[in-house]
């Protein structure tokens, strides 16, 4: 017989993925149970129950062939409640087994036909039943059920029946109901065709997840109706979908599959692949052949007849499949020679069948594999064996069970010899739940009813056998077009994915429909939008869905699901489609993409993950959609979401009239207080105040007063009791201050005066005295003047606001405390700013005398500049001399000319006014930085771009001060600020430039002559590289990335490459990544030094090098990164970071 090999490894794309995670997997067989448990379950029929589970999982599901095929080493999953750390930032990441068994302690795993569920269950069994009998501490066991099991049984009689029949052991059900730890794997709920037993087994399993205990369950099935999967739904059960091929793993699949047909020859292989990826094209069977098992089956059918065009459809692809098996491997000759000469040792009646089987052996194989194919869809419990003795019983006129005493083993085998049919435990069952629907479509396609194939089309667990059915039939296109008047556009798709032939029309039309469903976020969208994924793979699907994303005027969440279906297929469209959508969605839908993007191996703008708590929806009048409601939904079950993003999703929920998740957070215990006062506020503004009056009476100075807060900006009646009783409980803390003075803001100033005079702590009596004052009563001044042993601070911020308000009496008491007690330089200097805007001629002196010997230029510029507010012209004429003074730093001239041009009260508002101080610094005589950033002061107060042009023009200037000037004025053009030009001392012309915007005021700034000028300087060899650099942004995308491509690879220095590389980041993030891998890798630079480049601009790394250098830099604080820098110079980066390896 031939071993079913290693098929699972391909056709089941799951399972391959669990050979390799046998060490992740021991988390979940990680915590230790009794020593009496172990030492029975060695003994006894447990530790042969987890010697068979071993022994089963190398035994693959399918016996199509036996040659050695690769084996496909990843899972990848698509969660349907996303999951990860925000760290996380992979795309098609690489699911260990571990990760879906414990990122939650229940969970669901869904796949279309062939996708891996049935194999990654036997495997994931065998690899823990390993672990069990290896590990003497880890007593955890796993068993598979089928769904069908648990009709009219208990959880632990399901278990014993399975194993019972899946391994001839015999196991008493009380054994699984002790303290031990099960996984039970449940498999093909999809089965159960009676929609009341499917639905009783459905909250059977519910009650059993719900339940208190160590049993843990993961179930698979087919895709479900949306309200069968939410009976499946809750805090504990994580869901998840099986990812088919995307087009780089179909390529991927037929590179590595055909490269092991053909081991010696590689090239052969691949010219054997490109026809195989070219007739899949060809025949538009992309979305049948995204599914792992199907591709395999395409792959083989290919290899038949290297020559021939591949099926169109998932019908014809098995036809032909059957065919091969039935003819192409001698397989049913092997069961003739083998059989034949034991029928003619029975007699008579063994030569007669032998005489009707033998002529017509593929026939009858055939038919008796039609008649097993129908009774297995009507019942999936019926025993095979016993219908094919039937069948042949009632077509042979002779029993096989009387002809020869082994009767049944001479069934059992000429099933098993057909290739389709595998034994399973004391049962032969079809290797695939698809073949049995395949043959009974067979048997039925051309007497089925209208009605009775539009029910089955209708419901997801019946619609593969409904596809087959119609790809039998001559009416495909009546059927197509009746689901969709009957609007079942769903199914409709579902035809189209199978690859049944319809008119270009119809298949429009139904392109049409999913897509109006996903718009309009129908109750068929999310189901839509799968199928459009899966139809993706054609070039004109993709090309729509991506229209449809770029669709402003739609709702911004099925553009936000389908631009991530986009990125699925194709990264880099996805990846701009999805900073398109961004840039146009709230909190909520930003924060979501920003993981989505990280999946894909995007980089992220950090932007997109801005404070959440306070967004609603991103456009109020429309109502959530059903694509809305799930994303927000799964949103909530994201690990990899903060507090703050849950809880947004969660408000917008709400908003849409779902309170459950909101309360389901005020309620959870290990929620962070703050947070459950936001969900708490969330749900006050539902109409349900009462979680938020109760938080109120926290013991949590913190808490209260958030709540309290929360209270008084909803008006509610329980506000000022609630701001009244943090005063008085906590009013030794800020917040008391904090509460006092939003109940003022409602008309109740008895807690601010309370603070004045009982409030622990001066600064407190400090904040409320001046809330008072500045609302009127200025007495609360005099109050907390009034006490004694008062702080000098303290006492002089009083008198200060006395002053302040008018009253000049305070003046000779804030003079004395100013000559009394040594405050600290800059609170003295600020008060002594005071009084001398207010007169005090003595505070006025002291000033000047700090302005003849400042201590710092810094404070004496402030000091001048404030003097000049005040109307004082001795200021003006200070700040000139100091601007023109080439004998103060340059940061205090330029801070002094910014002054002088600021405009000022009365006559200095002159415009223009001191514009020969800028002129002045502008002129040759200053020093290069020093000219740039007093043009810079002409273009912010003046709009004059034309000083800083003159200089970007200059060729005899500094070329990193013309490269400053160039930059300021692209940077500009492109519809950023003009920076202040006294906050900085030299721009630095590495950092990125600004993306382009539509600011139309700033670029009015740069005349087009000057941009045009500045644009070809990008361009010109001859001028400095790092002018070229500050200037490229200018050029279109296309020009800009050539150039600073060029400068990245063949600039003098490091710095000047890492400063291209910098401005490319802004134009093409990918190409800069590339870019800065070329400039690590270059060995012609010191190790210690490349290590320092990575370790110091992480942002250009890959997305997995960046997390893994992370983790290798993780101290607190950068004084610790010279010493971890030293450590990794032992080797070089290309040794240690994975894309490094990958390239090396």
Not at 201 to 206: D, E, F, K, T, Y
Request: aromatic share 6%.
């Amino acid at each position: 017989m031939v071993d079913v090999g290693s098929f699972l490894d391909v056709g089941d794309k799951v399972a391959s993925i669990v050979g390799g995670t046998a060490g992740v997997l021991a988390v979940l067989v990680a915590l230790r149970a009794g020593a009496k448990w172990r030492r029975g379950s060695r003994k006894g029929p447990i530790a042969t129950l987890l010697g068979a589970q071993r022994a089963d999982a190398a035994r693959h599901r399918y016996r199509f062939f036996g040659e050695h095929v690769p084996a496909l080493n990843e899972l990848y999953v698509q969660p349907r409640a996303q999951f990860g750390h925000p760290g996380d930032v992979q795309r098609t990441r690489t699911i260990q087994a571990a990760q879906i068994l414990t990122m939650h302690r229940h969970a669901v795993l869904l796949g279309g036909a062939g996708a891996g569920k049935s194999t990654f269950l036997a495997t994931v069994a065998g690899q823990i039943a390993g672990q069990a009998l290896s590990r003497r501490s880890h007593p955890t066991a796993a068993i598979i059920i089928q769904a069908t099991d648990l009709l009219r049984r208990s959880l632990p009689e399901a278990l014993s029946h399975a194993v019972r029949r899946d391994f001839s052991i015999e196991i008493n059900p009380e054994t699984f109901e002790k303290a031990a730890r099960w996984r039970i794997l449940v498999d093909g709920l999809d089965e159960i065709v009676d929609a009341q037993e499917r639905s009783e087994v459905l909250w059977q399993l519910r009650n059993l997840m719900m339940a208190p205990g160590s049993h843990r369950f993961l179930i698979s099935c087919r895709p479900l109706t949306e309200p069968e999967l939410a009976t499946l739904r809750g805090p504990d059960i994580g869901t998840y979908d099986l990812r088919p091929f995307d087009r780089r793993q179909l390529d991927e699949f037929a590179r590595r599959w055909f490269a092991a047909r053909h081991p010696g020859d590689r090239r052969h292989a691949d010219e054997i692949a490109g026809r195989f990826l070219a007739r899949v094209a060809g025949a538009r069977l992309g979305p049948v052949a995204r599914v792992p098992l199907l591709a395999t089956i395409a792959a083989l059918v290919h290899e038949s007849d290297d020559s021939g065009t591949l099926p169109t459809s998932r019908s014809k692809l098995y036809d032909r499949f059957v065919d091969h098996l039935l003819d192409g491997r001698q397989s049913l000759e092997r069961f003739r020679d083998a059989v034949d000469p034991d029928l003619l040792k029975r007699g008579i009646g063994g030569r007669k069948f032998a005489e009707w089987l033998w002529p017509d052996l593929r026939n009858h194989a055939t038919e008796l594999l039609n008649v097993c194919g129908a009774a297995w869809v009507a019942d999936p419990e019926v025993r095979l064996i016993r219908v094919a003795s039937d069948w042949l019983r009632e077509h042979g006129r002779l029993d096989p069970m009387a002809v020869t005493p082994d009767g049944e083993r001479l069934v059992r085998q000429l099933l098993l010899a057909t290739g389709v049919c595998v034994l399973r435990g004391e049962r032969v069952e079809f290797a695939h739940q698809s073949f049995g629907e395949y043959f009974a479509a067979r048997v039925g396609a051309a007497d089925i009813e209208l009605g009775a194939w539009m029910e089955l089309a209708r419901n997801p667990t019946t619609r593969s056998l409904a596809t087959f059915v119609a790809a039998r039939r001559l009416d495909a296109d009546a059927l197509a077009t009746g689901l969709l008047e009957a609007g079942a556009t769903a199914a409709a798709g579902d035809l189209l994915v199978d690859g049944i032939s319809v008119p270009a029309e119809t298949r429009t039309r139904i392109l049409n429909e999913l897509l109006t469903h996903v718009i309009g976020e129908t109750e068929q969208a999310p189901e839509a939008l799968r199928l459009l994924a899966e139809l993706s793979l054609d070039g004109e699907v993709l090309n729509r869905l991506a229209e449809t994303a770029r669709e402003p005027s739609l709702s911004i969440w099925p553009r936000a699901l389908i631009a991530d279906q986009v990125a699925s297929l194709d990264s880099e469209l996805g990846d701009t489609l999805l900073r398109q959508v961004a840039e146009q969605g709230d909190g909520v839908v930003r924060s979501w993409i920003a993981d989505a993007l990280m999946e894909h191996g995007g980089r992220v703008d950090v932007l997109m993950r801005t404070p959440l708590d306070d967004e609603g929806p991103s456009d109020e009048s429309r109502p959530l959609g059903v694509l809305a409601r799930q994303a927000l939904a799964r949103r909530l079950t994201d690990v990899r979401a903060t507090e703050s993003e849950r809880l947004a999703a969660a408000r917008q929920l709400a908003l849409g009239g779902d309170l459950a998740p909101l309360q389901a957070m005020v309620e959870a215990v290990d929620i962070d207080p703050v947070d459950r006062v936001r969900a708490a506020s969330a749900l006050a503004d539902a109409g349900q105040p009462e979680p938020l009056r109760s938080a109120s009476g926290s013991d949590s100075p913190s808490v209260a007063y958030a709540a309290a807060v929360a209270l008084f900006e909803r008006r509610d009646v329980t506000a000022e009791r609630a701001l009244h009783d943090v005063v008085h409980r906590f009013a030794s803390y800020p917040v008391a201050f904090g509460a006092a003075s939003r109940a003022a803001d409602l008309g109740d100033r008895i807690p601010l005066r309370w603070l004045v005079r009982n409030a622990g702590q001066p600064q407190i009596q400090l904040a409320a005295a001046r809330r008072l004052a500045a609302l009127g009563e200025t007495a609360a001044l005099g109050w907390l003047l009034d006490e004694e042993n008062l702080e000098p601070a303290v006492e002089a911020v009083a008198l200060a606001e006395q002053l302040s308000a008018g009253d000049r009496a305070a003046l000779p008491r804030l003079s004395a405390v100013m000559s009394r007690w040594g405050l600290a330089s800059r609170r003295q200097i600020d008060v002594r700013m005071l009084l001398a805007v207010s007169g005090d001629e003595a505070a006025r002196a002291a000033l000047y005398r700090i302005l003849r010997r400042p201590s710092d230029s810094y404070s004496a510029v402030q000091i001048a500049t404030s003097l000049a507010r005040s109307g004082d012209p001795r200021a003006f004429a200070w700040l000139r001399s100091v601007a023109y003074d080439p004998g103060w730093p340059d940061v205090a001239r330029v801070r002094a000319a910014a002054a002088l041009t600021t405009p000022m009260p009365g006559q200095y508002r002159t415009p223009g006014a001191h514009r020969d101080v800028v002129d002045y610094l502008v002129g040759t005589a200053s020093k290069p930085n020093l000219r740039v950033r007093a043009a810079t002061i002409a273009l912010r107060q003046w709009g004059d771009s034309r000083p800083l042009f003159a200089l970007a023009s200059d060729q005899t200037l500094l070329p990193d001060a013309r490269a400053d000037a160039v930059q300021i004025l692209a940077d500009l053009a492109l519809g950023s600020d003009v920076p202040e030009a006294h906050e900085f001392y030299l721009i630095d012309a590495a950092r990125p430039a600004h993306r382009r915007t539509d600011r139309e005021t700033d670029k009015e700034h740069v005349p087009p002559a000057q941009r045009r000028y500045l644009a070809s300087l990008a361009e010109d060899d001859p001028t400095p590289d790092i002018v070229r650099i500050a200037a490229a942004p200018l050029l279109p995308d296309a020009d800009s990335q050539r150039v600073l491509t060029a400068i990245a690879d063949t600039a003098r220095t490091a710095e000047r490459k890492l400063a291209a590389i910098r401005r490319l980041d802004a134009v093409n993030s990918a190409a800069a990544t590339e870019a800065f891998r070329r400039l690590v890798l270059d060995r012609r630079l010191l190790r210690p030094y490349r290590w320092w480049l990575i370790a110091t601009n992480t942002d250009l790394l890959p997305v997995d090098d960046a997390d893994f250098l992370e983790v290798l830099l993780d101290s607190p604080g950068d004084r610790w990164l010279v010493f971890r820098i030293a450590r990794l110079s032992v080797s070089a980066p290309e040794r240690v970071l994975p894309s490094l390896r990958r390239d090396t």
